[in-house]
């Protein structure tokens, strides 16, 4: 017990074991997930000549517990910067979605 009061006591001990985050820490890994949609948003991914846009090109993760919005939106919006539309493609997941889509008309969503 007393080990334990003593091991509880120390920080460094403590983050390792519940994996806690300092403050910093947390607006840190904010800020560079700020700037990689940024730069997901900027990406000109999508493949004119197909007609195809991979959502996977934008970071979309489909692993239920990440923001998908804005990764998606962006591949739709790279869809529809052609003249005729086009398919964007999602890979295999469960994507989490927090706003409203705009799906322009000749966009069309396909799953894997």
Excluded: W
Excluded at 26 to 50: G, I
Excluded at 60 to 87: E, F, K, P, R
């Amino acid at each position: 017990l007393n080990q334990l009061a003593t091991a509880a006591s120390s920080d460094t001990v403590l983050q390792e074991h519940h994996r806690f985050l300092p403050k910093k820490d947390k607006e840190d890994k904010k800020d560079k997930e700020d700037k990689e949609n940024e730069r997901l948003l900027s990406c000109a991914c999508n493949d004119t000549t197909s007609g195809f846009t991979y959502a996977s090109d934008f970071g979309i993760m489909g692993d239920a517990t990440t923001d998908d919005t804005l990764a998606l939106q962006a591949a739709i919006d790279s869809a529809s910067a052609n003249d005729s539309g086009g398919i964007v493609v999602l890979p295999k997941g469960t994507f989490r979605i927090f706003e409203p889509l705009i799906v322009p008309a000749g966009v069309t969503l396909q799953g894997q």
